[in-house]
């Protein structure tokens, strides 16, 4: 088959008629391929625009004019070709008829003009050189010349039947020139993507062997992927940032025509480095290759990250040292809005800044004297976008007054805008002026250095002290001019000395924060557990010089020993327990059990120490999701008490009651939990026992009960029906006779039937709700429409019911009896209660069980609130007796939804 657009020209040319001169076929076909090659090419150059647009925009421009040219270039090929064909005599390629004795017979007006030819590096004129090569030639076959300094390709091929070949030349120097600028043009792209830093793809569904993956990938993944029967799994088990199955996941479910970005770190499986990258992603369909293909550009961010990591970080230090410095700092946005103070803001005002909405609410705290000079000075600094330097009272908390000195400068984003200030507040009541004055031009670093908790130090390279914070007088008790200009060695103990100059601390680092612990000596000789953050601070005019933040962490340390010591003591009471106690991480990884818990377990802990508790020990998923939610509450320190089922290491079950705690670190940090476990299986079977006996004792009684309860009701309704029934039915006749007489008024008598016959319908009602005569005459299900029809006669309510006799089919007559009166109940309710003008009833029936589902549209009420009377534990008794289940669903103004479920091999006639 041809390509698609040589076919639609053979077809103009030709009709429906075939080609049958097999090197023009073979021409054809050589056309076709190279065309489909140039559009593969032209895909190429499309993921190239796609990996890198503004990068390759000027190389991209060049291929598309390139790709354009060659594709009309190949168009006039092919349409000439397809004219030699119908035309050789206006054929614009060369056509000649050659005897077999090397003559020409036949020349088209283009070989006319071919004169000399060079075929093997030698020079020939056109009669010669076909004379010197007719005894070479086969059947069919093609070779290429040299004519004018261009290159020819003829094919040829000999007539059957006839003593001469044709020959069918075409010129294909420009062809060739294209070819190979097209290869070059491939190779520069190549080059192109393998001189980036980045990583690019082009991975096919189907076509592997046309899969492009640039050089970078094995130094940032660890792995081969040409060797990868799936890339993409593999990339993913690199991922250490989130779930590597959630992010292949997303990859297989890309679309056609879909893009995705990525952010997430890698682990290098060679050289176990980590890389942090972004990648983007897209889905396209080859209709050409009629594959799918995922291409993609990952780049690496590691920098990047790192510096927003940083950032971060360093954001959450400037806080946390803000908070623990004594003066009041601010920081607001581009808005003037303030977005953060620190803790020492809180405490002089009552509140954060932050929940004041502008700078007039500030304004009110000023003292009236100076805020409008205040006011002004921030305007004018504002509006300027200058550095704020203002002095006047401010009341605290308490309603007093402060002389505050303020100072903020303005911050701007790289590009330039405005970003907001940065502001302190400085509380100079006591201070003279002379020290104002003097307060303003201090550094700000150095004024926070000065009411730092920590111990400040400074030195030179050697270790010479050069700055003293005043903190360390109140922590060490040197007075600060004894200290200076000795070695920082020197107030050191010898014993931590010896370990820090194991590796030359003071120079074995760069200009990255260290930190170290060991203890100083103070005045009295005693040592302290101090926290030094150590960092280098390189000075073009003073040299290098070492910066110390010295923390006070002696009561932390003593913590830790004593914490130490307390675990110790806590394993010894654990050992000696009758009561089995576990320990594990937050991983829920055994670390350790007592002798108690082996024996409840029959592990030893060498067997368990470092594996999972839960697959040891739980045996299905409802044991697992109580542990998980217990996990869960352990992470927010939360005790627990709780029942689960355990699996020893033979197997069996135990019912075993587990008090668990969280174990907190030193720095309040969740890192495990213990538990103590209590065996209570046997204690457990002893109950199910008595709770068996007792509701086999309940069943009992309330058997004989509702018998009971039935005979009396049968009694009184028998005595109801055939006596007061009958003597009020005589009555309303006697009325009836009595109002026909003349002398007696006959509106009396009506009005005294009516009244009677009113009595004879409550009393039949009374006696039908007493005892249901329509189950024995009727059969259940007729009886039970029956029931709903009495009803509709007197109340404006609508009844569906939904009874097949299936559904209610061999239900033996006790069961009917007790399922009538549960339904029977339900429509008094409905009556007295819902206001309801609907009511749907539905029996439904499946191979164990029998569902009844009442609903009415009423008023309904909550379940939580109202008390429950005699009505519905009644139903519910019923439904009990029956090892049945109730579920009442009520909301107010959303009606009433009650939903029995019987088993059928309770209900159901034994025969």
């Known amino acids: 088959m041809y390509h698609s657009h040589l076919e639609r020209q053979i077809k103009k040319h030709l009709g429906n008629g075939s080609i049958v001169d097999e090197k023009l076929k073979q021409l054809l076909l050589s056309v076709s391929r190279s065309y489909e090659a140039y559009e593969r090419d032209r895909e190429l150059n499309e993921h190239a625009f796609f990996i890198n647009e503004q990068e390759y925009q000027e190389v991209n421009t060049k291929l598309k004019k390139l790709n354009a040219n ?4 190949v168009n006039d090929r092919t349409r000439d070709l397809e004219e030699v064909a119908q035309f050789p005599i206006e054929n614009p390629n060369p056509i000649l008829r050659i005897s077999e004795s090397g003559e020409i017979l036949f020349k088209n007006p283009t070989a006319l003009e071919l004169k000399e030819i060079l075929w093997e590096n030698k020079k020939y004129t056109i009669s010669s050189f076909f004379a010197n090569i007719v005894d070479k030639l086969k059947f069919s076959g093609s070779f290429d010349l040299t004519i004018k300094n261009e290159i020819y ?21 420009e062809k060739l020139r294209l070819q190979k600028q097209a290869e070059e043009n491939a190779i520069r792209l190549s080059d192109f993507l393998e001189s980036t830093t980045d990583v690019y793809y082009i991975i096919y569904n189907s076509n592997q062997n046309k899969n492009l993956i640039t050089s970078q990938w094995k130094k940032i993944f660890g792995f081969d992927a040409t060797k990868s029967n799936d890339i993409f799994s593999d990339k993913s088990k690199c991922i250490i940032s989130e779930n590597p199955k959630s992010h292949y996941s997303q990859i297989k479910k890309l679309k056609v025509g879909e893009e995705k970005s990525f952010l997430y770190q890698v682990l290098n499986s060679t050289t176990g480095q980590k890389f942090w990258l972004s990648e983007t992603i897209n889905k396209k369909y080859d209709k050409e290759l009629k594959d799918n293909v995922i291409r993609g550009r990952i780049t690496d961010i590691t920098r990047e990250q790192v510096k927003v990591m940083e950032l971060a970080e360093s954001e959450d230090r400037f806080r946390n040292f803000m908070d623990l410095t004594p003066v009041m700092v601010w920081v607001s946005n581009e808005k003037n809005i303030v977005t953060y103070s620190n803790r020492a803001s809180k405490e002089f005002l009552g509140y954060e800044l932050e929940k004041l909405k502008d700078y007039k609410q500030y304004a ?10 205040a006011i002004s000075q921030w305007h004018k600094s504002i509006k300027n976008k200058k550095e704020i330097i203002s002095e006047y009272r401010l009341k605290d908390k308490k309603g007093l007054y402060h002389n505050i000195l303020e100072k903020a400068i303005p911050r701007f984003f790289k590009d330039g805008s405005f970003a907001g200030y ?4 400085f509380d100079v009541t006591k201070e003279k002026v002379a020290q104002q004055h003097l307060a303003i031009e201090n550094n700000k670093l150095e004024l926070l250095t000065e009411h730092s908790p920590d111990i400040i130090l400074l030195t030179d390279e050697n270790g010479i002290l050069e700055f003293v914070s005043p903190t360390a007088q109140r922590i060490l008790g040197y007075e600060i001019k004894s200290m200076l200009h000795k070695r920082i060695n020197s107030f050191i103990c010898k014993e931590c000395l010896d370990r820090l100059n194991a590796f030359s601390w003071l120079n074995n680092f760069s200009s990255k924060e260290k930190k170290f612990e060991y203890r100083m000596r103070k005045k009295d000789g005693s040592l302290i557990w101090i926290e030094s953050s150590v960092v280098k601070i390189r000075n073009g005019k003073s040299g290098t010089k070492i910066l110390m933040h010295n923390r006070d962490i002696d009561s932390i340390k003593k913590a830790e020993f004593n914490l130490i010591e307390n675990e110790q003591k806590f394993r010894g009471i654990f050992e000696n327990m009758n009561l089995g106690v576990m320990e594990v991480d937050l991983q829920d990884k055994v670390q350790w059990v007592n002798k108690s818990f082996e024996l409840l377990s029959g592990y030893k802990l060498n067997q368990i120490k470092g594996k999972n508790a839960f697959g040891l020990f739980l045996n299905n998923t409802t044991e697992r999701k109580i542990m998980n939610d217990v996990a869960s509450q352990r992470k927010n320190k939360v005790d627990s008490i709780y029942e689960i089922k355990m699996k020893n ?13 969280p174990i907190v670190d030193i720095d309040g940090n969740v890192k495990g939990s213990v538990g103590i476990h209590w065996d209570v299986t046997q204690i457990r079977k002893m109950e199910k026992m008595i709770e068996e006996e007792k509701s086999m004792r309940q069943k009992e009684v309330m ?3 509702l018998n009971a309860e ?6 009184l309704g028998n005595e109801l029906h055939d006596g007061v029934g009958h003597i009020l039915t005589y009555t309303s006749l006697f009325l009836q006779l009595a109002s026909s007489s003349e002398n007696i008024s006959s509106e009396l008598f009506k009005k005294a039937q009516l009244k009677v016959e009113e009595a004879l319908n409550e009393v039949r009602r009374i006696s039908r709700n007493l005892i249901p005569p329509a189950l024995l005459d009727l059969g259940f299900r007729d009886a039970i429409i029956e029931l709903f029809n009495q009803y509709a006669q007197f109340e404006k309510i609508i009844f569906n ?43 439904r029936r499946t191979t164990t069980r029998l569902f009844i589902e009442y609903f009415d549209n009423g008023i309904g009420f909550d379940i939580k609130k109202v008390k429950r009377g005699i009505g519905l534990k009644s139903i519910e008794n019923r439904a009990y007796f029956y090892g049945g289940k109730t579920d009442i669903k009520s909301s107010k103004n959303k009606g009433t939804h009650y939903i029995f479920e019987l088993p059928l091999n309770n209900i159901l006639n034994k025969n």
Do not use: W
Request: charged fraction near 20%.
């Open 710 to 715: 039935e005979q009396q009701r049968q009694l």
């Open 422 to 425: 940065i502001g302190a507040y």
């Open 70 to 73: 060659l594709e009309q270039i």
């Open 703 to 705: 058997q004989a009960t």
């Open 153 to 173: 390709i003829f094919s040829y091929k000999k007539i059957k039947g006839k003593n001469y070949y044709n020959f069918y030349g075409a010129n294909v120097t």
């Open 801 to 843: 019911i939904d009874c097949s006799s299936n559904a209610v089919k061999g239900i033996e007559f006790n069961a009917q009896r007790n399922i009538y009166r549960i339904v029977q109940e339900l429509i008094n309710n409905t009556v007295k209660h819902s206001k309801a003008n609907q009511v749907n009833v539905v029996f």
């Open 649 to 661: 290491k033979s197997g069996d079950l135990m019912d075993v009651v587990i008090s668990g705690s």
């Open 364 to 373: 009110t705290l000023v003292h009236p004297d100076d805020r409008k000079i």
